[in-house]
């Protein structure tokens, strides 16, 4: 029995031993490369006071992590918010009503205010009452771009009105990478009004960006089977969802090269949260079109938000090849889950080019 016991212990080193030596923290696999970090929707952290931490989880790691790898710029997916403007919860709506749901992911994002730019979409749950019953935001409320000095540097263009006044819902920004080579980064509305998409034709068409490779981020575009998706059955009038946008804006851009966006998922199932597929556009560059989100993982529509995953893109100095990480800072925080820290499937770690 004795022998048992003093086993027991060395054991549970050798396992504690193991996980410690496999896991990496996440680096650049190129010391010259530079990378932006993808947020996918933040809504389930935001409305639940328990989860709340894993969204500060996230910002903090990226704080961090910004001179480690080289981090440019951050994306976030949209769907700030569960509920745009609801102040009285009912049923399993959440803990924290709107107002403190908007004042959750202000404070998540104010940790990277002058440390590194970040541009968020906004979803469908970020209009409206509960989801886009009509086109108002309380976006303008909680983010304005003298909030972050960085992103006020890149700040080029801002789109049509919304709320009556001057907002970056719909905004073009322009970045200088390591390499020489400026990147736009244009972050429209969920599901935009016609008169954003001509807006974003005719800026990207404009003189001072038809040559520069273009970044589109928005909430709703491609489904779990990476198809443009066609439909929806919002209440809110004139909108575009991932098919549309693509034939009036994305398909006969010169420059458009990547879109980002997020909106999907099914509970625990990480694939109903994907999609990725690449397109030519008029110039006959390729267009490659990435959906990542995470919000029902983590147990479901009511559980903890979505596991602290979030992306790093890796561009690489060849100016051709981006590498994709899937990585989770609330695993990696521990020895004891730090094993979990990556998805390593093929959906999830992957290289693709820009040609």
């Known amino acids: 029995m004795k022998r048992i016991n003093l086993l027991l212990p060395l054991l549970a080193f050798l396992c504690y031993f193991q996980v410690a030596a496999q896991y990496q923290k996440p680096t650049l696999t ?14 389930t952290y935001t409305r639940f006071h328990k989860n ?17 790898l080289n981090t440019e710029f951050v994306l976030c997916t949209g769907d700030l918010v569960e509920h745009n403007d ?8 959440g803990t924290a009503n709107s107002l403190k749901q908007w004042q959750n992911v202000r404070n998540a994002f104010a940790t990277l205010d002058n440390r590194v730019p970040y541009v968020l979409a906004t979803g469908n ?3 409206g009452y509960r989801s886009a019953e009509y086109r108002s935001t309380n976006y303008d409320k909680y983010f304005n771009v003298n909030q972050n000095g960085f992103n ?7 789109g ?15 970045f200088h990478t390591p390499h020489g080579k400026d990147w736009l980064v244009m972050v429209l509305e969920f599901a935009p009004r016609d008169t954003v998409v001509k807006w974003a034709k005719q800026i990207l068409e404009a003189k001072p960006y038809v040559d520069k490779d273009v970044i589109l981020l928005t909430h709703t575009y491609l489904n779990s089977k990476s198809e443009h998706i066609k ?8 909108v575009n969802y991932g098919a549309a946008l693509f034939e009036k804006l994305v398909k006969p851009s010169k420059n458009i090269r990547l879109v980002f966006s997020g909106h999907i998922g ?23 079109q990435m959906t990542f989100n995470a919000q029902a993982m983590g147990g479901g529509w009511h559980g903890n938000g979505g596991d602290g995953w979030l992306r790093y893109l890796e561009f690489m100095p060849d100016g051709n090849t981006v590498k994709v990480k899937t990585f989770s800072p609330l695993f990696a925080i521990s020895p004891t889950t730090q094993d979990l820290a990556y998805k390593t499937e093929e959906n999830q770690e992957f290289t693709f080019t820009l040609d």
């Open 30 to 43: 190129n010391n010259e490369s530079w990378s932006l970090i993808l947020m996918p929707d933040p809504q």
């Open 52 to 68: 709340v931490g894993i969204l500060n989880l996230m910002t903090g790691w990226i704080y961090e992590n910004v001179d480690k």
């Open 86 to 93: 609801l102040i009285h919860l009912k049923g399993n709506d």
């Open 125 to 127: 749950h970020d209009f």
């Open 152 to 158: 006020q540097r890149a700040l080029r263009e801002i």
């Open 160 to 174: 049509p009105q919304i709320n009556g006044q001057s907002s970056a819902v719909n905004a073009l920004y322009e």
């Open 231 to 238: 439909s929806e059955g919002y209440k809110m009038p004139d």
């Open 266 to 288: 099914a509970p625990d199932n990480f694939d109903a949260h994907l999609g990725f597929r690449r397109d030519k556009n008029a110039a006959g560059k390729t267009v490659s």
